[in-house]
């Protein structure tokens, strides 16, 4: 007896295949959108992309920005931005660097605590991060590095194990997947640094296995119904593993919703990557990674085709 209810019903019959024409469309014109989004405005690159100083202070009181940057206007930092986040107390100091010499570098940061305690004694200053622009390069140059190549090693993967069809489905959908999040950042404007990029990895991940729980079940159906058209055996497989796919998306965004919400500026970032590129990963298991098998002509192995190749091996 069942005593927890079904949100998704087993024997679900769906036709995700009939809409597959506008759900490729509009995901090409998604990410058309999403590089020219990214080359226009560009992203908000943190400190570990842009080189600069990171200051995390707690005001005695509620912060007044206004009078923060007064009082951190005579050092001639340039461009400062200052944020508040958490309960109104909490302020993050961005600077870009300002001197090549590390030691001078680290006499400024002083004088702008030096001066932070001026204006409130009772100021707490929590963290100080900085980064020079040699490591920032190398750091952005490492980040899209890493990418690239845990995209193609998918390839490879999936290559060998499935048809080459499911590779390039795989390959396509990861990459939808990772320039659409990235065109998020261009337009909410959060904060891209590491920690963006390791979710970004975690969400190739993630996108890779839920794809491949459905490639599973393509190949399965491919051998168990060898005359049914690939569209259906496709839609087939969506519904049988609809149930998996949403559950498992469900638990996950309800954890990182709680982090989005509660957890702070820190890592509203990586939070946010995550959100975004689950919700886009799941969409791009059905409407790319599925459909382009249908384009690329994949197809099930006739009993005659076994047959010959049964009577052709050694």
């Given at each position: 007896?069942?005593?927890?209810p079904?949100f998704?019903?087993d024997?679900t019959?769906?036709s995700?295949?009939r809409?597959?024409?506008?759900?490729?469309?509009?995901s090409?014109?998604?990410?058309?959108?999403s590089?020219?989004?990214?080359?226009?405005?560009?992203?908000?690159?943190?400190?570990?992309?842009?080189?600069g100083t990171?200051?995390?202070?707690?005001?005695?009181?509620?912060?007044?920005?206004?009078?923060?940057?007064?009082?951190?206007?005579?050092?001639?930092?340039?461009?400062?931005?200052?944020?508040?986040?958490?309960g109104?107390?909490?302020v993050?100091?961005?600077?870009?660097?300002?001197?090549?010499?590390?030691?001078a570098?680290?006499?400024?940061?002083?004088?702008?605590?030096?001066?932070?305690?001026?204006?409130d004694?009772?100021?707490e200053?929590?963290?100080?991060?900085?980064v020079?622009p040699?490591?920032?390069?190398?750091?952005?140059?490492?980040?899209?590095?890493?990418?690239?190549?845990?995209?193609?090693?998918i390839?490879v993967?999936?290559?060998?194990?499935f048809e080459?069809?499911?590779?390039?489905?795989?390959v396509v959908?990861?990459l939808h997947?990772?320039?659409?999040?990235?065109?998020?950042?261009?337009?909410v404007?959060?904060?891209?640094?590491?920690?963006?990029?390791?979710a970004?990895l975690?969400?190739?991940?993630?996108?890779l296995?839920?794809?491949?729980v459905?490639?599973?079940?393509?190949r399965?159906?491919?051998?168990?119904?060898?005359?049914?058209?690939l569209?259906?055996?496709?839609?087939r497989?969506?519904?049988?593993t609809?149930?998996?796919?949403?559950?498992?998306?469900v638990?996950?965004?309800?954890a990182?919703?709680?982090?989005?919400?509660?957890?702070g500026?820190?890592i509203r970032?990586?939070?946010?990557?995550m959100?975004?590129?689950?919700?886009v990963?799941?969409?791009?298991?059905?409407?790319?990674?599925?459909p382009?098998?249908?384009?690329?002509?994949?197809?099930?192995?006739?009993?005659r085709?076994?047959?010959?190749?049964?009577?052709?091996r050694?």
């Open positions: 007896m069942r005593l927890l079904r998704v019903p024997d019959h769906i995700f295949m809409y597959r024409v506008l759900a490729l469309s509009l090409a014109a998604v990410t058309l959108l590089v020219l989004l990214v080359a226009v405005f560009g992203l908000n690159f943190g400190i570990d992309f842009r080189g990171l200051i995390e202070v707690r005001t005695s009181e509620p912060a007044d920005l206004a009078r923060l940057r007064e009082a951190l206007g005579p050092l001639d930092l340039g461009e400062v931005q200052l944020q508040n986040f958490g109104g107390r909490e993050l100091i961005r600077f870009e660097r300002q001197l090549e010499d590390e030691r570098q680290q006499s400024l940061v002083e004088e702008v605590k030096t001066t932070l305690q001026k204006h004694p009772g100021i200053i929590r963290r100080v991060e900085y020079g040699k490591v920032s390069q190398d750091l952005l140059r490492g980040g899209v590095l890493a990418v690239a190549i845990s995209v193609g090693l390839l993967y999936i290559w060998f194990r080459w069809q499911f590779g390039v489905g795989a959908s990861l997947d990772v320039l659409v999040t990235v065109g998020a950042f261009a337009v404007r959060y904060e891209f640094d590491l920690s963006t990029v390791a970004l975690t969400l190739v991940g993630y996108s296995n839920d794809t491949v459905v490639y599973d079940r393509i399965e159906n491919l051998r168990r119904y060898k005359t049914m058209p569209e259906q055996i496709i839609d497989s969506l519904n049988d609809l149930a998996r796919t949403i559950m498992t998306g638990t996950t965004l309800l990182l919703l709680a982090l989005f919400f509660f957890g500026e820190v970032g990586f939070t946010f990557a959100i975004f590129g689950i919700l990963g799941t969409y791009s298991s059905v409407y790319i990674a599925s382009i098998l249908i384009y690329f002509n994949l197809r099930a192995v006739t009993p085709e076994e047959g010959a190749a049964a009577t052709a050694p």
